[in-house]
């Protein structure tokens, strides 16, 4: 009976881990690079130096947004944390105005207020949008099939460690280079050792969709999505222009009022409502880095007066915990020592899928009748693992070449960065089909540590803040960047060098095996 | 820096557990530890976790000393695992 429910458990693990494995790779991968995702957006915009302070950037955009849009509904003002240097600001229309394009209503400024010209980038903000939203198809869509495949995941955890309770017990027992086993080494030593993260990532992933995976539970309590809102967020007060003008109220004082109701913590965003009328309100939110919760302290001030004018709701347990939840998974509020806990944790669990990916057709490949011409959904799986483990890695460095490279004038130049990362994909996956597995192997894990070798090299090249340069000004951000390009480098490097040496010896020992299994 | 205390803290922990359990004691110790030994490497390696987690929780508080400790531990558990491969693949060449 014991038995029984193992091998189930093992069978559950290896196909939930297949099915959708090649989409949780690719999550995983842009998932850990949102962990610096502020970090890459500053990457990427190599024009921008310097940090910015919160009070001076609300100011110069409340300036910037009375000259561009003095008489829309509201403003919304994003504005820098700790690790980045820009504002983002949004505004919605007029009633009656044709709602424009997001490039209409929307504007990234430098502390002062002016537009900053920069390179056309979606930077780090694509990546972490892709590990969620992915590309090219429908949000909805894309948001349910990221859910099935992290149920997949949670599936594949539990049932992984069901079957193989024993590594446990085995725990010292974890190491690389016992020879053939070197993939099944590579899974269980990431899948183990940080089980704790990925136990965290997935269930945490989860709930940050949870009520458009699960809308049975409020849709049996409440008339509506609105009427939820309302009873649980507080009833949002959408107060008509009267009319009459009168002047904003000055924003830094609230900030700084707000600022000391939380201990100091920094402001993250600002909301104006009906800016330049008497019924004007102002919203301020706490940063996000300021706690673990995702979901921070809120306080509304009136627009003229600057008295507080507090609507916001305590939270309730569930609320409080669900805060909790997302936070872990997002990680805004960790500072640098454990951001790369994250982000190590987050590469060990992306070489977890890929490893047990690779593992599917290592375990088959001797049990194959005949492993020189395996059957097609074998050699499906092994394409799509080679255009995945390698060609998605290849495809993020190619979006980072793409930001340097493409041209700074052309037209709609961040799609084109964006494309450059899925064309790389692509094209290594019709690679992978058109060249004889073992050896698309090595082309494309070489492929991908070229590529990423190639970073540095470029930036060096094409900009002003090159690895020597950004040493010498101690510009630890570019440095950090450029460094960990290249260990990725040298880690697909030495993939595809293990690889070719697997080739080497592979047809060897299939060539010994054949007359066994003629035989047979 | 906290945090690199802390992840050599808990690869020392872990390398105390192993040495704890008889056997880890060759790959670790090069001999087996007596009764007594072993004991103090149990109760050694289970103190300096605790000694990490109160380290954290004293610097960070409560909730956010959680999460470091969770990573840190992780960490030092990577370090034991690159200390062995490198230690195997070593004594494999010899």
């Known amino acids: 009976m014991k038995e029984g429910l193992r091998q189930s458990m093992a069978l559950l693990h290896t196909w939930t881990g297949l099915l959708l494995g090649w989409l949780l790779f690719a999550m995983f991968a842009t998932g850990t690079s949102a962990y610096f995702q502020d970090e890459i957006t500053r990457w990427m915009q190599p024009e921008i130096t310097g940090s910015a302070d919160p009070v001076t950037s609300a100011e110069g955009a409340v300036r910037f947004l009375q000259r561009t849009a003095p008489d829309a509904t509201s403003w919304y003002i994003s504005l820098p944390n700790s690790r980045s240097a820009t504002t983002q600001v949004y505004w919605q229309a007029a009633e009656g105005q044709k709602r424009g394009k997001r490039a209409d209503t929307s504007a990234v400024l430098d502390q002062s207020g002016r537009e900053v010209s920069t390179r056309d980038t979606r930077g780090g903000y694509f990546l972490y949008r892709f590990h969620f939203d992915l590309h090219y198809i429908p949000v909805l869509w894309a948001r349910y099939l990221v859910g099935v495949a992290a149920m997949f995941m949670l599936v594949a955890i539990l049932s992984g460690i069901i079957t193989h309770k024993k590594i446990f017990a085995d725990f010292f027992m974890l190491r690389f280079n016992k020879g053939q086993r070197s993939w099944l080494d590579a899974h269980n030593v990431t899948a183990v050792i940080a089980l704790p993260f990925h136990l965290m990532i997935t269930f945490t992933g989860l709930v940050t969709l949870a009520i458009m995976y699960m809308p049975w539970g409020i849709a049996a309590n409440y008339a509506d999505r609105t009427a939820f809102q309302d009873a649980v967020f507080g009833k949002s007060v959408d107060v008509a222009r009267s009319g009459n003008p009168a002047p904003l109220v000055a924003v830094a004082p609230l900030m700084r009022t707000a600022s000391a109701a939380w201990d100091g913590k920094r402001v993250g965003y600002v909301k104006i409502t009906n800016p330049g009328d008497s019924t004007a309100m102002v919203n301020i939110a706490r940063a996000s880095e300021g706690a673990i919760g995702s979901r921070g302290e809120e306080i509304s001030f009136n627009g003229i007066t600057g008295r507080p004018a507090d609507h916001s709701m305590a939270k309730g347990a569930a609320l409080a915990t669900e805060s909790v939840m997302i936070g872990l998974h997002a990680g805004r509020y960790a500072e640098y020592g454990l951001r790369w806990l994250y982000f190590l944790s987050g590469l060990g669990g992306t070489i977890m899928v890929g490893s047990g990916l690779v593992l599917w057709t290592v375990k088959r490949r001797t049990k194959l009748p005949d492993p020189n011409h395996p059957h097609f959904g074998f050699r499906l799986v092994e394409k799509l693992n080679i255009a995945t483990v390698a060609g998605f890695p290849a495809g993020i460095a190619a979006y980072f070449l793409a930001n340097r490279l493409l041209p700074l004038s052309m037209a709609e130049r961040a799609d084109h960065e964006i494309n450059s990362l899925f064309l790389t994909w692509l094209a290594v996956f019709v690679w992978a089909v058109v060249r004889p597995s073992a050896r698309a192997w090595p082309e494309a894990l070489g492929l991908a540590a070229a590529l990423f070798a190639a970073v540095p090299v470029v930036n060096a090249l094409t900009t002003s803040r090159g690895l020597p340069a950004s040493l010498l000004a101690g510009d630890w951000l570019f440095v950090s960047f450029d460094l960990v390009m290249l260990v990725l480098a040298a880690g697909f490097a030495k993939g595809a060098r293990r690889a070719a040496r697997k080739r080497a010896e592979g047809p060897r020992a299939v060539r010994r095996k054949t007359p066994e299994a003629m035989a047979a | ?94």
Do not use: P
């Open chain 2, 1 to 94: 820096m906290i945090h690199l205390l802390a992840v050599l803290l808990s690869a020392g922990a872990f390398t105390a557990l192993a040495l704890s359990m008889k056997r880890h004691q060759r790959d670790f110790a090069g001999r087996a530890l007596t009764e007594r030994e072993s004991r103090l490497a149990r109760t050694g390696g289970w103190s300096l976790v605790g000694l990490v987690l109160a380290i954290d929780i004293a610097v960070f508080g409560f909730g956010y000393a959680l999460v470091a400790w969770a990573g840190q531990l992780t960490m030092g558990a990577w370090l034991n695992v690159a200390w062995l491969c490198w230690k195997t693949g070593a004594s494999r060449k010899n």
